[in-house]
């Protein structure tokens, strides 16, 4: 499921059924799910991306060579950011 629809969902459940003195907690969790949500997704994207360089190396392909390295730059600045934060 994507993760805005599912934000969405958890969060008119918090508006539904989470007393009016509890929702900013709540919502907060809903954040924190989600957070965790989109950098496991990133994890797994620059693992992917790291795997298709080595596999490219491995078979001499320059062209992908260049590609998953420039995709892998692309991802890594903000997947380290992430890390610094301690977001992961």
């Known amino acids: 499921m994507d993760l805005a629809v599912t934000k969405d969902i ?3 459940l918090v508006e539904s059924f989470v007393p009016e003195a509890t929702q900013a907690q709540s919502f907060s969790e ?3 799910f989600i957070s965790a949500k989109v ?3 990133d994890d797994l994207l620059c693992d992917m991306i790291s ?3 080595d596999i490219a190396r491995q078979y001499g ?3 992908d060579q260049q590609y998953f390295q420039q995709q892998l730059e ?3 600045p903000e997947h380290m ?3 610094k934060k ?3």
């Open 10 to 12: 958890l969060s008119k």
């Open 30 to 32: 809903v954040d924190k």
């Open 39 to 41: 950098y496991a997704q």
């Open 51 to 53: 795997w298709s360089l």
């Open 61 to 63: 392909n320059q062209s």
């Open 74 to 76: 692309l991802s890594a």
């Open 81 to 83: 950011t992430h890390s």
């Open 86 to 88: 301690g977001l992961r």
